[in-house]
């Protein structure tokens, strides 16, 4: 058994003198773990850094067994946001959500396409793909079967004043049916549901607490996982933006 793919790295943990068990991300083999003898090496850890584009090798006697991993660097992302501590969280907290969340040997090509763009333009500022990151998240839970819908009003029909999603159901809800239930609703920015419009911290905040909520109760609960602490810490670094940004007075949400 033998494949050879590019492959973004999701995790890389010592083992034995030197080597290292290697999970990647591919487009046709999904989640895939491997063994790379010196993976923990001077000469190769680098290369094996969570959020690394890779071109990897697999090699495994039967389709079963662990198998051994090489690879070549293609794009050193951890290394380019070293320098960019919201970047890095970002990047730590994808790298964690894909491990965590996808099925081992698993294809889901979707979520690898939408994530190689993230990794590919993180080193412009995190700023400029926490947008398509939260998005990413929203693929992540549809391509597991936990998809949300803002395309009409749950209750309703309505495809306009859409501002909230109800947290059991994970549909749109319209401002004057969510406006009795208070904050028990979850706030949705306008961005998720037309990329074009633009956004900022507070829209960033809202974004990541309603993707975080079924991805916590569904993707990950489902399987007794807890949230990734590193998705944690980058709703943490996004809620302190969120907190430190100028107060403006309050505009109607757009009709979309």
């Not at 000469?43 to 890779?54: D, F, K, M, R, S």
């Not at 294809?107 to 939260?134: K, N, S």
């Not at 990413?136 to 803002?150: N, Q, R, S, T």
Request: charged share 20%; with cysteine.
């Amino acid at each position: 058994m033998e494949w050879t793919a590019p492959a973004i790295v999701l995790d890389s943990r010592p083992l034995g003198e030197g080597g290292a068990v290697v999970t990647v991300l591919t487009e046709a083999q999904g989640r895939h773990a491997g063994l790379a003898r010196g993976g923990a090496s001077r000469a190769q850890a680098a290369t094996w850094l969570p959020g690394n584009l890779v071109e990897a090798r697999w090699v495994a006697r039967l389709p079963d067994q662990l198998g051994a991993i090489s690879g070549e660097l293609v794009h050193p992302t951890a290394a380019l946001a070293m320098e960019d501590p919201l970047a890095l969280t970002l990047l730590s907290s994808a790298c964690a959500v894909a491990l965590e969340a996808l099925p081992e040997r698993e294809a889901h090509p979707a979520a690898f396409r939408a994530l190689l763009p993230i990794i590919a333009h993180l080193q412009t500022g995190a700023a400029e793909v926490i947008p398509d990151y939260a998005r990413w998240e929203m693929l992540l839970l549809a391509e597991l079967g936990y998809g949300l819908d803002f395309s009409r009003c749950a209750m309703t029909g309505a495809t306009t004043d859409l501002t909230h999603v109800s947290p059991k159901s994970g549909r749109a809800v319209r401002s004057d049916i969510a406006a009795p239930y208070g904050d028990r609703m979850l706030p949705l920015p306008p961005f998720l549901r037309k990329a074009t419009l633009p956004s900022g911290p507070r829209d960033w905040s809202a974004a990541l607490r309603l993707t975080g909520h079924f991805l916590a109760r569904d993707a990950l609960g489902a399987h007794h996982r807890p949230m990734p602490a590193a998705r944690q810490a980058l709703a943490d670094r996004v809620d302190a933006l969120a907190a430190a940004e100028p107060q403006v007075e309050a505009e109607a949400p757009p009709i979309l």
